[in-house]
C-alpha cells in the first residue's frame, strides 16, 4: 500500500476517535458507525487488493470525516452548522442534506474505480457508478429506519433526522443523485481514469 494510503487512513482514524468521545447521544452514535466497522476494513482489503488512486481515497475520508462529525453531533443537531442555517434564514439544519450531496459527490470517484475492473464501456461505468449512488443512498435511508424502529424506537427523530420534513428520505436521495451527477462534467477526466485503471488490470493479469 501507497504511503501516501496509510497517512489518509491514520488521519480518518484519528478523526473517527476524536468524533468517538462523548458523542451526543451515544446509543444514535453507535447505529450510525455500524456500517464504518463494516466497511473500514472492507475498503483497506479492496485497496490493498487494486490499488485505488490517492484521489479516490482521499475524497472517500472527507466524507468519512463529515460522517464521523455527524454522528458525533447527530445529523439533525449538529450545531456548529446553525451559524449557517442562521445566516440563510433555514427553518431546518440542512447539515444531513449536505452531507448526503457530498456523498454522492466525493464517493463517486471510488465506487467508479471499484466498477471499472468488471466493465469495459467508459459510459457503462459511469452509469452504473450512478446507480450504485442512488442505490446505496436509498438502501441506506431503508437501513436507518429499520434499525430506528427495531433497535431503538426511543431515538426516533434523533436518528433519523427528518426534523418534521415528511420527504426527507427522497431529499437526500436526490441530493446524493445531484452529487453523483455533477461528476458526469469531469467526463474527460474520468476518461484518462478508466484508460489508467484498465492498463492496471491488464498489468496485472499479464
Do not use: C
Not at 442512488?134 to 436507518?144: K, P, Q, V
Not at 424502529?149 to 434523533?158: C, N, Q, R, S
Not at 426534523?163 to 452529487?179: E, F, P, S, V
Request: no cysteine; aromatic share 18%.
Amino acid at each position: 500500500m501507497p504511503r501516501s494510503h496509510k497517512i489518509i487512513y491514520a488521519i480518518y482514524i484519528v478523526v473517527w476517535i476524536i468524533m468517538a468521545i462523548d458523542p451526543k447521544y451515544p446509543a444514535d452514535w453507535l447505529l450510525e458507525n455500524i456500517l464504518v466497522f463494516l466497511f473500514f476494513p472492507f475498503i483497506v482489503i479492496m485497496d490493498i487488493r487494486h490499488r485505488y488512486s490517492a484521489t479516490a481515497i482521499f475524497l472517500l475520508l472527507i466524507f468519512a470525516s463529515l460522517h464521523s462529525l455527524g454522528s458525533h453531533y447527530t445529523y439533525a443537531e449538529m450545531e456548529h452548522f446553525d451559524v449557517i442555517s442562521k445566516f440563510f434564514g433555514f427553518e431546518r439544519n440542512h447539515f444531513d442534506r449536505v452531507v448526503h450531496f457530498l456523498f454522492g459527490l466525493l464517493v463517486f470517484r471510488i465506487l467508479f474505480e471499484m466498477i471499472t475492473y468488471g466493465i469495459s464501456s467508459l459510459k457503462t461505468a459511469l452509469f452504473f457508478t450512478l446507480t450504485t449512488i442512488i442505490s446505496i443512498s436509498t438502501i441506506y435511508e431503508m437501513l436507518e429506519w429499520i434499525a430506528a424502529v427495531t433497535f431503538h424506537p426511543e431515538l426516533g427523530m434523533a436518528f433519523l433526522g427528518t426534523q418534521g420534513d415528511i420527504w426527507d428520505a427522497h431529499k437526500d436521495t436526490l441530493a446524493a443523485m445531484i452529487g453523483a451527477l455533477i461528476n458526469f462534467f469531469f467526463y474527460t477526466h474520468y476518461a484518462k481514469v478508466f484508460k489508467m485503471r484498465n492498463t492496471q488490470k491488464q498489468a496485472g493479469e499479464a
